[in-house]
């Protein structure tokens, strides 16, 4: 399984946040790559919830088309990278939003 393929940017998520930053401030580049960290990482929580990255493969496991996230899971993935942002420790995952989308796995024993 490959990885999401968001439309959300570190530069997205400083806007939704209101961060009154210029890339001449001092900090800016640890900012951006601190936002860029956690949506790697709630894109990781996410993938491991849902089971699944979007794209088609043939039987062999093999890529065919990359497609993109639904506009749910970015905006679940926003969601969850201000709750990193603003508060340390961050609290559990709520997948709650993005649950209808979750692949159930079909044991074969």
């Known amino acids: 399984m490959g990885a999401l393929k968001l439309a959300t940017t570190p530069?997205?998520?400083?806007?939704?946040?209101?961060?009154?930053?210029?890339?001449?401030?001092?900090?800016?580049?640890?900012?951006?790559?601190?936002?860029?960290?956690?949506?790697?990482?709630?894109?990781?929580?996410?993938?491991?919830?849902?089971?699944?990255?979007?794209?088609?493969y043939d039987e062999d496991g093999t890529l065919i088309k990359e497609n993109p996230a639904p506009p749910e899971v970015n905006a679940w993935v926003r969601d969850r990278v201000v709750q990193k942002y603003e508060n340390t420790p961050a609290p559990a995952p709520d997948f709650s939003s993005i649950d209808h989308l979750r692949v159930l796995e079909i044991w074969r024993g």
């Open 11 to 56: 530069e997205k998520i400083k806007n939704f946040l209101k961060l009154d930053i210029s890339p001449t401030d001092p900090t800016y580049n640890d900012v951006m790559e601190e936002l860029g960290d956690f949506i790697t990482e709630a894109a990781a929580e996410a993938q491991g919830h849902l089971k699944t990255d979007f794209h088609e």
